[in-house]
Every structure is written in C-alpha cells, then in structure tokens.
C-alpha cells in the first residue's frame, strides 16, 4: 500500500494547512491540497487509521487556487499559500465560528482584518544552520522533520534578510566555520536571528553558537560592518544546551548597542535579543485598537491586563484609562514592561510579577475592583481558576485576545454560563498563508 498513487477527494483541511480526505476507512493528510479539490497522491507513513499523501497533481482545482508565490514549498512556512488571500481569511473566519458553534455559542464572527499587502511582513526570522556533509547550511525545518530547507529569500520576511544570511554564510565557508551537528552535539554555530524594526529601520543579528568562544568573530564583525552597514547591532547568543530551543540566556554584544527599537502604533519599545514582541507589527497595531475599541474606556477606569507580557496591551489601554495594572509571570518581561512604560511615559501603568489565578485572589481581598479586564493567554487559554476568579471581581466589560479559537470558545463558554455576554468577535489576521488567527472578543455583565 505504501508508495500507491490514489485519487482523492478534499473535504477539509487540519489546523497546520493539510487537505483531509477519506479513503476507506482511513484519513489521508496531503500537503498542498485545498478543500473541494479531486488530487492524486502517493501514500506513505501508513498508520490503522490514517496515512501520508505526498500531492502528484490537482485533476480538479478549486477556483481559490492561486500559484505558490514561493519556490521553497517544502519550509514548512506559509501552509495555505495556495490558497487565494481573500479566500484565506474567510476561511479563518469560519474557524473561529466552527470553534463557537461546537460550544453551542450562537454569535456572528466579524470578517477576518487581512493586510492590504501580505508579503514581507515579519520583523523577525529564526534560521538554524547545520551540519551537511564537509560543509553546512542555513535555513528552516522541513515540515515534520529536522531535515533542512535553504530559505534565503524568504517571501515574508524582509528582502535584507537574504543579504544577512549569505553574508554569514561566506564568512563560515571562508574560515571553515562548523555548523551543527544534532546528533552529536558539536559544531560551532547553531543558529541565526534577523530583528528588524519595521519604523525605525533599525536592524540585529544574533548569531547562535554553542560554545562562547568562536574563531574569527573579529572578521564577522569587519564584513558585516564593511558591507551591511545598515545593521544596527550585532549580538552573539551562547546556547550549549542539548534542546529545540533556538536561543540560550547568554548574550554577548559584538557591536552595536546590543538592541533595536520599533513601534506599534504611537508606542516606541526596545528589543533584545530576548525580548518578545509580536512579529507582524502593522496587524499587530490593529488587533490591539480594536482591543483598545472593544474596552470602551472614558479616562477614569481601573484595568486589569491579564498576560501582559512585555506591556504592549496594557500601554494601548493606559492611553485612554485611569489606570492599568498589568500581570505576567516572566520575571524578564515584567522588567521590559516596566521599561517600556517609562519609555513612553505611561505613569499610570503599573505590573506585577506573578501567576494570575494566585495573583487575582490577593487583588480581590485588597479590595481591587477593575471595570475592565484585557486578557491575552497563551495557546491553552486560561486555567479555570483565573476565569472563576474573573467571575467573582465581576468586571463591568472583558477583552478577550486569543490565538486559538479551540480554546478561546471553551472559555466563553465558561464566561457566558457565568453571566457574561458575548457582544463583538474580531478575526484578526497576524499571519498571512497559514492557519493562525487571532481573535478579539468583547463581552459584557448582564444586568
């Protein structure tokens, strides 16, 4: 059975961008196949109830199918690039309302906020670098595998990266520089990081490497200086540890100041080799307006932002609030908060350090009572205690900003059931040619 060309029907697609079929008793996952499409695959990696299909040809395209607008189709990257854009963000609308539906939450889902350009629109691109052979390359994971893609000119990212990259790629091929060797643990340079801020112009590098000690970083620096002299600052990452993880704790300037700036909106922030930010700023400041709209504030009101990082959230809504406090648990991102709330002057935000279902009880018996409660959790949604704990502070209005419409919905759920309505559901596309979403929601206390 394995290696057997079969005709398939597509009827759906997983949340990572394969076409589903069913043949027999099985599901078949082709990459590349849209939904509606008769395809021709080959099977592989065939399991009891479901196996590989490697796509040999689409006998009957949909009319959403466009041309891949990149030769590297096997990144891993930009799963639904196949697929027309405008019919790309209905489709996240209708995971976001799927999602809804399955919990019995009867509401209409806003069309998805797409951009007017979806092409080069991250500010920050990760690239490993191995071992190959005598030699090496750099670039991202095929899907499914740690086998590597050469992807210098990366369609989403900016066109500088490609120069960055093959700028450090002549400097390991000239002093026979080793990449990294998985399997054994060795090697020298494991990693790449591209920063760049889209308003400043500002631009990082972070080369990644296993051990502190590198020969020749003193040539990296002259090259890159000599003929990228554009680039802000360039930062070397040590990560020895046997992990996925891309980046270690342990930074070392070789030029520059070490970290750029950006903005989102009217707000500046500076970044780090560590720092998070959101890597699609222009739909980033989108989401976070409407989040700002959805809160409704008149200039007097406490807030409350749940998950708040490294403050971008909680600075949107000090603009327009009394006061915002905003909680992470990241001990580093709660000092780039406090950094970037002095940086752009907001005095009436605040952060504290903490888990927030341990954080909100304590909040509660000190008599703090926010009218406004902004939560942004991670991809598993809220623990329950946190949303028994929004329960009882009973806030006037909830923001609710998701990046999983699965667990988004189960936690509606919970609010609706708990005296909560569901006024405003916003897609917002952050991530153009995959199947991410994210997604604004305001709710209300009933009466």
Not at 249 to 255: P, S, T
């Amino acid at each position: 059975m394995s290696n057997e060309i079969v005709t398939l029907n597509i009827d759906s697609l997983t949340d990572k961008g394969d076409g589903i079929a069913q043949w027999g008793s099985k599901r078949i996952f082709v990459a590349g196949a849209l939904p509606g499409e008769e395809v021709s695959a080959r099977l592989s990696g065939i399991k009891p109830r479901y196996a590989q299909g490697e796509l040999i040809e689409v006998l009957a395209p949909v009319a959403e199918r466009v041309p891949h607008f990149c030769p590297h189709t096997d990144c891993g990257g930009c799963q639904v690039a196949v697929m027309a854009y405008p019919a790309q963000l209905e489709f996240k609308r209708t995971l976001v309302a799927k999602a809804l539906a399955d919990q019995s939450l009867a509401v209409e889902v806003q069309p998805c906020f797409g951009m007017a350009e979806p092409l080069h629109f991250r500010n920050k691109a990760l690239y490993q670098v191995q071992r190959q052979g005598g030699g090496f390359e750099i670039g991202f994971f095929k899907k499914h595998s740690h086998e590597l893609v050469r992807t210098d000119d990366c369609a989403v990212q900016a066109p500088q990266v490609e120069e960055l990259v093959g700028l450090v790629r002549q400097w390991m091929q000239e002093f026979k520089i080793q990449g990294h060797d998985e399997g054994r643990h060795s090697g020298q340079v494991r990693g790449l990081m591209v920063r760049n801020g889209q308003q400043s112009g500002q631009w990082m590098l972070v080369l990644v490497t296993l051990t502190a000690e590198v020969p020749h970083l003193d040539a990296l620096v002259q090259k890159l200086q000599a003929q990228a002299p554009w680039l802000t600052t360039l930062v070397q990452n040590i990560n020895g540890e046997r992990t996925n993880r891309v980046l270690g704790f342990e930074d070392k300037v070789l030029f520059g100041p070490g970290a750029i700036e950006d903005n989102i909106g009217e707000l500046c922030f500076s970044l780090s080799a560590q720092s998070f930010f959101q890597v699609n700023p222009a739909q980033t400041a989108v989401l976070y307006g409407k989040a700002l709209e959805f809160a409704a504030l008149k200039g007097d009101e406490q807030v409350l932002d749940l998950y708040c990082g490294i403050g971008t959230i909680s600075l949107f809504l000090a603009k327009a609030a009394g006061a915002v406090l905003g909680v992470e648990s990241v001990p580093q991102a709660i000092a780039d908060a406090e950094a970037n709330a002095k940086r752009n002057g907001a005095v009436n935000a605040s952060f504290k350090l903490g888990r927030a279902e341990e954080l909100m009880p304590a909040l509660a018996a000190d008599g703090y009572q926010p009218a406004v409660v902004v939560l942004d959790p991670p991809r598993k949604g809220c623990e329950r205690t946190v949303l028994d704990n929004l329960l009882a502070m009973a806030p006037e209005k909830l923001v609710y900003v998701s990046c999983d419409p699965g667990t988004l919905a189960r936690d509606l759920a919970v609010l609706t059931q708990g005296g909560y309505r569901i006024e405003l559901v916003q897609p917002v596309d952050m991530f153009p040619h995959s199947l991410h979403v994210e997604t604004v929601v305001k709710l209300v206390k009933e009466a």
